[in-house]
T-cell receptor, first 117, second 109 residues
């Protein structure tokens, strides 16, 4: 149980284009999902908290107009990187919390490697 | 400011050589401490949740313990397949995870 998927696993795009990443909780409902970014040999950096049916909460320094988050259902959150630039190249990971389970652990997706050329 | 510090940064063990990883934390209100394993190029895999001082959890060769200021992940008789980066995270009462920088474990056969 508690499986989270992400799609795509890898994406290469040209500078100036937009990329959408999907995060799905496969066997549980998640009112809260999280988006992280991870640079090589570094730990996870929280970008935003996504709540179903409401606006995402962004961490300080994260541009909300550049990283659009939509949590349209209890099993799906999307992150759209708009007008991507090479500095946006990174490993993006989502996580979900099984709120019905009454616990606080987050279950992580496998990650999406974004390369902007 | 809430902080999570993991040590050592890297640990090299021989197969069968037991050791411990440390996670020290300072948060205003601990709701839970979590251990994850992360393999290169993959998302973190959940291992344990600890909620209160004195609590212990075990899974195969891993055992996690918690005090008021730190947590230990004990690895008993590790195998090469235990090689990974082990991440510690704490959840404060504001629904956020604070991650440590991780301990990269390498177990040599």
């Amino acid at each position: 149980g508690a499986v989270v998927s992400q799609h795509p696993s890898r994406v290469i795009c040209k500078s100036g284009t937009s990329v959408k990443i999907e995060c799905r909780s496969l066997d549980f409902q998640a009112t809260t999902m999280f988006w992280y970014r991870q640079f090589p040999k570094q730990s996870l950096m929280l970008m935003a908290t996504s709540n179903e049916g409401s606006k995402a909460t962004y961490e300080q320094g994260v541009e909300k107009d550049k990283f659009l988050i939509n949590h349209a259902s209890l099993t799906l959150s999307t992150l759209t990187v708009t007008s991507a630039h090479p500095e946006d190249s990174s490993f993006y990971i989502c996580s979900a919390r099984d709120t019905a389970g009454g616990t606080y652990e987050q279950y992580f997706g496998p990650g999406t490697r974004l390369t902007v050329t | 400011e809430d902080q999570v510090t993991q040590s050592p940064e890297a640990l090299r063990l021989q197969e069968g050589e037991s050791s411990s990883l440390n996670c020290s934390y300072t948060v205003s209100g601990l709701r839970g401490l979590f251990w994850y394993r992360q393999d290169p190029g993959k998302g973190p895999e959940f291992l344990f949740t600890l909620y209160s001082a004195g609590e212990e959890k075990e899974k195969e060769r891993l055992k996690a313990t918690l005090t008021k200021k730190e947590s230990f992940l004990h690895i008993t008789a590790p195998k090469p397949e235990d090689s990974a980066t082990y991440l510690c995270a704490v959840d404060d009462n504001f629904n956020k995870f604070y991650f440590g920088s991780g301990t990269k474990l390498n177990v040599k056969p």
